[in-house]
């Protein structure tokens, strides 16, 4: 097990004006399975390379257990990286190409089968090993391509987009099997992914990357729950803002006073609710605004509401029946959990 | 979708007609000839007596079995040194670096040129009484032209070699930096990333990507290479001489008997080619139904 330290990593390309990773600082602590989170083209596939050595950092520093790896050659960091095209050898069968690390290593062939057997046990694929790549569903392929890492029990593990080629139901399927997988072997592992939800299932930690910078790097709830930013709240699906001052615990807006301990102490600023902490309520009271339903979407497990309160509108996460008890156009109250209202600093404009 | 087949089938069939007429009529016109058949100097019977003289007469055997040796072994040095050296080249130019474009312009520049240029331009840098001879007996490294060592004109083919390898290391090259380029160098960081060292990565990965390209290239340059005369004629010495030198010799020859036995080394030396096309598509078809 490896603890991962990154220094203030920057990559510019050659003839390019923006880094395309800016002074990025992260630790991922040995054990963990850490998502770096962004939207495409953020960085994210640069970072992973450095680590794995395919890439010469501009400036900065990774280590491995407080040691310095960039001198280290690729092939002997055991920092395995699997990409999001799993780029399997397409002559060789899956059994090699799932033995390769070790044959690389020159390990007696006997040994190899043995932990080849084991590996496509472990990724569920026990009966696969003759058959060529290309004999092999997408989803299949990306298990070799796993199954292909983990037989040399890296350090760490990176991968890239490792679900991002597969239907939703495949994807569902991996993300379980390499959460057991990497809880099982205790991997260090790194994954990217430009799915916050995908990020909130799997990792320990999410380290959300904007622009080539590291915006905030906490455990998944943070983000939902007292994101660091307005674009981090954007990102994570937050809809429901509202600016107004705040003061000791209450915040006054437009839309009158709330109890809101949570965030800033005083000064102005935008206040945060997620939908689904939204809930309808009978009677008026504190943190109550009563607002129009202007439209309703039944999802089977719940419904979304669009509540119109004063020049406000508020995105709300209800309960799926309540179509029964409100349509589009009646009047309904909110209450607002004091304990749920996030408040971000605000510059006013 | 049938319709279309055929309507395909239709406009390709003119072109194919002239095609198949030149090429099969003229080889089936050869044929009777090696074979001894040339109504116009009133031969008419069919054996295979210019065939077996050829190759075991005592007249000509010496020559053939000389010229066989030493056209395999030309054919073969040139294939797989140019093959060798153009795939190191195309890894170096697959890098980006300062001045790239210039450096894959100078090495493709040798493709237009013709083989004929090529070999003359040998004679002159590379003999005995050649540039690079002069030169070096300027600096007074070689005091006579007989000290430099016989680059052209050797029995042993080499400067015949040298002159396919300068032209056809361009050939290979642009077909291996054309798939290096197209598969990029997500499976070499692959293997590096699981701990294959640059030898390994380059026999166990590189290799393997390349060699379906590499060997419908081989099978091209060995059978050329095989089967021309310029550069051999220009390049080459007396005794032995390769085989399509030989095969000339006889319809420079004014008697026209020696024709049967022109036809039959030309014969011979299709029929080896061919045979070395069906082992590559055999081969081929079994490397494509791998992967
Ligand atoms: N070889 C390169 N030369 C120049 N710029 C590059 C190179 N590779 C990537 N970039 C740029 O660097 C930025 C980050 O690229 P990167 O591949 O790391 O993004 P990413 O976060 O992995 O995106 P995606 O989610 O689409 O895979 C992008 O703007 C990209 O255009
Ligand atoms: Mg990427």
Not at chain 1, 205 to 225: C, H, N, R, S, V
Not at chain 2, 25 to 35: A, E, I, K, R
Not at chain 2, 46 to 68: C, K, P, T
Not at chain 2, 116 to 143: K, Y
Request: glycine fraction near 8%.
């Amino acid at each position: 097990m490896t603890h991962l330290s990154i220094n203030a990593l920057t990559k510019r390309y050659p003839g390019e004006e923006k880094p395309a990773i800016d002074s990025l600082s992260l630790e991922v602590e040995s054990g963990k399975l850490v998502a770096l989170l962004g939207p495409s083209g953020c960085g994210k596939t640069t970072t992973m390379k450095m680590i794995a050595g395919l890439l010469e950092p501009t400036s900065g520093d990774i280590l491995f257990d407080n040691q310095s790896i960039l001198n280290i050659a690729p092939e002997k960091r055991g920092a395995v990286m699997v990409f999001q095209n799993y780029l399997l050898f397409p002559y060789m069968t899956i059994a090699q190409n799932v033995g390769y690390g070790l044959k690389m290593r020159k390990v007696d062939q006997a040994t190899i089968d043995r932990r080849v057997g084991e590996m496509l046990e472990l990724v569920k694929l026990p009966s696969l090993g003759d058959r060529r790549p290309k004999e092999l569903s997408g989803g299949q392929q990306q298990r070799v391509a796993l199954a292909r890492a983990l037989i040399v029990q890296p350090n760490l593990l990176l991968l890239d987009e490792p679900l991002s080629n597969l239907d939703a139901h495949l994807r569902f399927e991996m993300r379980d099997l390499i959460r057991e997988i990497q809880q099982e072997m205790g991997i260090t592992t790194l994954f990217v992914t430009h799915d916050q939800e995908e990020a909130a299932v799997l990792s320990d930690k999410i380290a959300l990357i904007l622009d080539g910078t590291l915006q905030q790097y906490d455990p998944p709830m943070g983000f939902y729950e007292s994101p660091k930013s307005r674009a981090i709240a954007d990102f994570f699906g937050g809809v429901n803002f509202v600016t107004g001052t705040q003061d000791k615990g209450r915040f006054t807006s437009d839309l009158g006073a709330w109890s809101a301990p949570r965030g800033i102490e005083a000064g102005s600023g935008l206040a945060t609710i997620r939908p689904e902490d939204i809930e309808i309520c009978e009677a008026p009271g504190e943190n109550v605004v009563s607002g129009n339903i202007v439209s309703h979407v039944y999802v089977g497990t719940h419904s979304r509401l669009k509540v119109d309160v004063g020049a406000h509108q508020f995105h709300v996460v209800a309960d799926a029946g309540i179509i029964k008890t409100y349509g589009t156009g009646s009047t309904v109250m909110l209450h607002l959990p004091a304990e749920k209202i996030w408040v971000l600093p605000h510059a006013k404009d | 979708m049938k319709w279309e087949r055929i309507r395909i089938a239709v406009m390709l069939a003119p072109t194919l007609l002239v095609i198949s007429i030149l090429f099969f009529g003229s080889l089936l016109y050869g044929f009777l000839q090696s074979l001894g058949y040339n109504p116009n100097i009133g031969a008419t019977d069919i054996n295979f007596d210019a065939y077996l003289r050829v190759m075991f007469s005592e007249e000509f055997s010496g020559r053939f079995w000389s010229g066989l040796t030493l056209s395999l072994w030309v054919a073969f040095c040139s294939t797989f040194v140019s093959a060798a050296i153009a795939i190191f080249v195309a890894l170096l130019l697959r890098r980006t670096f300062f001045g790239k474009k210039l450096a894959v312009f100078f090495f493709q520049l040798n493709l237009p040129i013709p083989h004929l240029v090529i070999a003359v331009g040998m004679i002159m840098l590379f003999s005995q009484s050649g540039l690079v001879s002069r030169m070096l007996g300027e600096l007074g490294l070689v005091t006579s032209p007989r000290d430099f060592p016989a680059l052209t004109k050797d029995a042993y083919g080499i400067g015949i070699i040298l002159a396919y390898i300068w032209k056809e290391v361009a050939f290979f090259g642009i077909i291996v930096l054309a798939i290096l380029q197209s598969l990029g160098e997500d499976y070499e960081a692959v293997a590096q990333s699981l701990g294959a060292n640059r030898w390994q990565r380059f026999r166990t990965v590189t290799l393997p990507l390349i060699m379906p390209g590499l060997m419908s290239a081989s099978i091209i340059v060995f059978a050329f290479t095989f089967g021309s005369y310029e550069v051999p004629r220009i390049l080459g010495v007396g005794y032995p001489k390769m085989l399509p030198v030989m095969s000339l010799d006889f319809f420079l020859n004014p008697d026209l008997n020696a024709r049967a036995e022109g036809m039959a080394l030309s014969m011979i030396i299709a029929f080896i080619v061919l045979v070395l096309i069906f082992i590559y598509m055999y081969i081929t078809a079994r490397t494509v139904r791998k992967d």
